[in-house]
């Protein structure tokens, strides 16, 4: 009996040795992948971080209303191309322009005042389409067709260009009003262009052509000679003859040139 004791006894001390030995690493490394699993499932459900759950999306933050359909940046591009371009002509385009009796008409002021197919820039491609809608800005009251006041003028023409002063005034000069009208078209329409472009007036100095123009017509002081150094005065082409609407009866208009004595 005694026998038997000391090999129950011998046997426990053996159990006890294999249990105090290290496991491989083979199980040690399941055991640690299966307690990261069961940690990765309380953060998802804890948390709810998006990281770890792809049904959690983090929306973009915007502005809040409608989404223009042109940017500002690109709007206020167009906008200062067209008032460069308009202002070097705008001497010659005034009367013609402010007469023109159809879109026919607008449309063959623009074309004598663009440059050839090949080197338009992108205002003259987006403006020369459209000369209907220019036709129904300017004969719209919004366009203004009274004479600017003196001291507008001088406002406009003698003041630092981010004066707010000179700001308003440059903004009632008529060439601006068609940039600003038609800044946008066709993306939006001309009022809308009008009210985003007038309320972000163009820093843009008045080109040189239409500053003595207007200089001349009210009487103000000429500037320096060194001011006039590099500028120019293109020349528009012939006007061609405007085709008449279709239930007019004719099949010309005269070209449009101003009466004897107009500018």
Partial sequence: ??????????????????????QS????????????EKDVAILKQLA????????????????????ERIEDEDLF????????????YW???????CRAGSAEEVGAI???????PELRRDWQKRLLPNPATLFDFISDERFRKTKLSKATVRDALTLP??????????????????????????????????????????????VINTDLYYRELYGLPIPDARGLTGAYSPVPKPLKPVLARPNSGTKVVSEIEPKHGER
């Fill in 110 to 116: 623009l074309e004598a005042v663009s440059e050839e």
């Fill in 161 to 206: 260009v981010n004066d707010d002063r000179r700001r308003r005034a440059v903004n009632q000069f008529p060439a601006r009003q068609i940039a600003n009208a038609m800044a946008g078209v066709p993306d939006i329409g001309w009022r809308r262009s009008l009210d985003r472009c007038t309320a972000n007036p163009s820093t843009k100095y008045i």
């Fill in 1 to 22: 009996m005694a026998r038997n004791a000391r090999k129950q006894k011998s046997r426990r001390g053996l159990d006890k040795v294999l249990e105090n030995q290290p």
């Fill in 77 to 88: 591009k167009y906008r200062d191309g067209l008032t460069l371009w308009l202002e070097a």
């Fill in 91 to 97: 001497p010659w385009m005034e009367d013609r322009l």
């Fill in 25 to 36: 690493a083979t199980s040690e490394l399941e055991r640690r992948v299966i307690q990261l």
């Fill in 48 to 67: 709810r971080w998006p990281l770890f759950n792809k049904e959690v999306r983090v929306e973009k933050k915007t502005k809040p209303g409608v989404k």
